[in-house]
């Protein structure tokens, strides 16, 4: 069995290691950058899954007052599909519906098929929307 609880700072490399496992970096993103940022909003969305006192998953999720935001869900290889991924989101929609959040939103990258499918088996549905992005800060 696993439990879900906040992140701590000793998680740091675990969560790093266990991201670019699952490849989530990408070169022009800082892992340890994205974390720090995370951890200054004190919002206790940043989630990890451990198992065994291993990290074994993350979420890392956000609230802007109009909408949620989920980002950086990954679940080591050696353990998925088995219900871990599943029950992150679910304590993310708990904690978000305490916060009054209206809606959930999920980026996917494209290519990424699988959670795409995964999604929508958790009742999350494709909306017709552009999503537009700029730089302000180079990391």
């Given amino acids: 069995m ?3 609880r906040q992140f701590a700072e000793t998680d740091l490399d675990d969560i790093i290691s266990l991201w670019e496992i699952c490849d989530l970096t990408r070169p022009w ?9 995370k951890v200054a909003q004190k919002d206790d969305l940043f989630l990890v899954a451990v198992k065994d006192n291993e990290l074994i998953a993350t979420l890392m999720g956000g609230y802007d007052g109009h909408r949620g935001w989920l980002n950086y869900l990954a679940v080591d290889p050696h353990v998925q599909r088995n219900g871990i991924a599943t029950a992150l989101i679910q304590q993310l929609e708990k904690r978000l519906i305490a916060l ?3 809606k959930l ?6 290519d990424n098929i699988d959670i795409q499918s995964f999604a929508e088996q958790l009742g999350y549905e494709e909306d017709e929307v552009v999503c537009f992005g ?6």
């Fill in 2 to 4: 696993f439990i879900i």
């Fill in 105 to 110: 939103q999920l980026l996917v990258r494209k």
């Fill in 100 to 102: 009054g959040c209206p």
């Fill in 134 to 139: 700029k730089r302000l800060i180079s990391d």
């Fill in 29 to 37: 993103n800082s892992p340890e950058i994205d974390i720090f940022r």
